[in-house]
């Protein structure tokens, strides 16, 4: 079964750091590109980032100014979001996704991890 | 940044009717369009993808057409497990940007 299972969500202070994983199975982890995507509560989807399967090209949207940082590890199966600089406006429902094959489109989702920023 | 614009925001369908959502690109995007469907308290899930390829497991009422820049879902038939909000995105540029979403409920 392909699962997508996130962690390392909860509550920063503002100007804090968090760092949220995304592991996966049930599939070969390192021939697929992925995501991250947000929701603010009650809010819809925004896509923040993008990182190739090797890793070599990363994009993100323009709203994080530099203060997120994509990466993964394929030997560990595992997407990471780093994320600085934290503020009120990053306080959302963060989601990690596979871009299917041989589509651009996100065809699997993890569950969601809460990130919460409040003092 | 291509800006993605969906209408209406909120459509009342009655069961059985049928269910067409507009999403609108800024400019062309070759057809590299998906639709999402988010379901209250659930995880988006992908309905179809390059404008009018049906994801797997999507049920046949569900269909999508378009090129260019103008893009539409139809659902042939609404049934109660429908009511969702769906969200359209464009895969053929970064950002990878969504639509704001239509909300589709039961009259």
């Known amino acids: 079964e392909v699962q997508l299972v996130q962690s390392g969500g909860g509550l920063a202070q503002p100007g804090g750091s968090l760092r949220l994983s995304c592991v996966v199975s049930g599939f070969t982890f390192s021939s697929y590109e992925m995501d991250w995507v947000r929701q603010a509560p009650g809010k819809g989807l925004e896509w923040i980032a993008y990182i190739s399967h090797s890793g070599s090209t990363i994009y993100y949207a323009d709203s994080l100014r530099g203060r997120f940082t994509v990466s993964r590890d394929n030997a560990k199966n595992s997407l990471f979001l780093q994320m600085d600089s934290l503020g009120a406006e990053d306080t959302a429902l963060y989601y990690c996704?596979?871009?299917?094959?041989?589509?651009?489109?996100?065809?699997?989702w993890g569950e969601g991890t809460m990130v919460a920023v409040s003092s | 940044e291509i800006v993605m614009t969906q209408s209406p925001a909120t459509l009342s369908v009655s069961p059985g009717e049928r269910v067409t959502l507009s999403c609108r690109a800024s400019e062309s995007i070759r057809g590299k369009l998906a639709w999402y469907q988010q379901t209250p308290g659930q995880v988006p899930r992908l309905l179809i993808y390059?404008?009018?390829t049906t994801a797997t497991n999507v049920p046949a009422r569900f269909r999508g057409s378009g090129s260019g820049t103008e893009f539409t879902l139809t659902i042939s038939g609404l049934q109660s497990e429908d009511v969702a909000i769906y969200y359209c995105?464009?895969?053929?540029?970064?950002?990878?940007?969504f639509g704001q979403g239509t909300k589709v409920e039961i009259k």
């Open positions: 995105q464009q895969c053929y540029i970064w950002p990878r940007t």
């Open positions: 996704a596979r871009v299917g094959l041989p589509m651009d489109a996100f065809d699997v």
């Open positions: 390059d404008a009018s």
